[in-house]
């Protein structure tokens, strides 16, 4: 998909898809993480990603629910460099 495209449910939304300019979207590319840790374990089913944002600004605050938000054109180079089981770690 284009580097800006929005996801909803994982599913890319078209243009004509009206969304709140408030709405904390995910955009660009969906990096989705399985958790090994007992703590950690449910990220999958909690819908945890890496992901890009509309809110760039917001980037080094807490300002989500759990994901990793990163501009949009860091997560399209960083979703080239790693495949399906790359290994991550999330330091804070």
């Given at each position: 998909m284009p580097s800006g495209t929005i996801?909803?449910?994982r599913v890319p939304l078209g243009p004509e898809d009206p969304l709140p300019s408030t709405e904390d979207l995910v955009m660009s590319r969906i990096l989705w993480l399985?958790?090994?840790d007992d703590h950690n374990s449910n990220t999958r089913d909690r819908f945890i990603y890496?992901?890009?944002t509309k809110h760039e600004d917001k980037?080094?605050?807490?300002?989500s629910h759990g994901c990793i938000r990163m501009r949009n054109e860091d997560v399209v180079d960083l979703f080239e460099?790693?495949?399906e089981t790359t290994p991550v770690v999330i330091r804070e």
């Open positions: 996801f909803r449910s399985d958790g090994l890496i992901h890009g980037i080094g605050t807490p300002a460099l790693v495949d």
